[in-house]
């Protein structure tokens, strides 16, 4: 018998619920919406509201069929740092969450702005970026690889910081007291190249999420373009905005 349900009841139920669930194998079926009723001492209204929120989440799965079962939901991959009251790195905000972060340097050296990467941070194809590609992961589990390019000529003690541990927004401003005010992102999809893929423990030609960050200081200016490619499976992309004249 479950305990006594206090508070709004669908929350409380959805709350006793997670922690269930979240103790459970992975695939295990839900007892039956009456039994889940007699149980939590509520309608079947108030079940299946609190019921919602778990599949929303991603904690359960609804099947025709089969009945509503167990699953872990997509690690929260939020991208919060163009709307809202800060810019954080990723490695900052998944700590924040609790998750295990790790940190592998595949390359970081300064090299000539690739011709895609100059028109986002204003350069010229003569000028040098340094560039910082690193595989991250969450929990042990790749996650994404992420590509970042700064101006040599401005941060050039980027090149030779460790970033295997570490925000690189964070060294920015403590380094070099970097105005971080303001950061574009878009999002659209691609696919995993063989090298991409291994390194991802994916198939080759797997779709990805890539999430493109050019962040600019308060006056505009350009000060890093990013983008990562994700693994859509174990990460969702989140945008808080905040609506003005409201």
């Known amino acids: 018998m479950a305990s006594p349900v206090t508070g709004p009841k669908y929350l409380s139920v959805r709350e006793h619920l997670r922690r269930r669930v979240a103790a459970l194998p992975e695939h295990t079926l839900l007892p039956p919406e009456p039994v889940l009723c007699a149980e939590y001492g509520v309608s079947r209204i108030t079940l299946r509201r609190a019921v919602d929120g778990l599949v929303a989440d991603g904690h359960l799965v609804r099947e025709q069929g089969r009945g509503t079962y167990v699953t872990r939901p997509a690690i929260r991959h939020e991208y919060r740092e163009s709307f809202v009251h800060r810019i ?24 000539p702005v690739p011709p895609q990467i100059a ?12 560039e910082l590609i690193r595989l991250r992961s969450v929990d042990g589990a790749p996650n994404h690889v992420a590509h970042s390019y700064l ?4 941060y050039p003690r980027a090149a030779e910081q460790d970033f295997t541990s570490g925000s690189l ?12 005010a303001h950061a574009r992102i878009v999002v ?31 006056e505009g200016a350009p000060l890093v373009h990013s983008y990562s490619r994700l693994r859509p499976d174990v990460s969702q992309v989140e945008f808080e905005v905040s609506v003005g004249n409201r």
Do not use: K, N
């Open 88 to 111: 954080a790195g990723w490695s900052s905000v998944m700590t924040e969450q609790g998750a295990q972060v790790g940190t592998t340097v595949l390359t970081q050296r300064i090299a």
């Open 169 to 180: 927004y964070d060294f920015l401003r403590r380094e070099y007291g970097a105005d971080l």
């Open 119 to 130: 028109p986002e941070l204003a350069l010229t194809p003569a000028d040098d970026v340094v």
């Open 188 to 218: 659209d999809v691609g696919t995993a190249a063989p090298e991409e893929a291994d390194r991802l423990q994916i198939v080759a030609g797997s779709p990805l999420l890539v999430v493109r960050t050019t962040v600019r200081d308060s």
């Open 151 to 154: 101006p040599a000529a401005r």
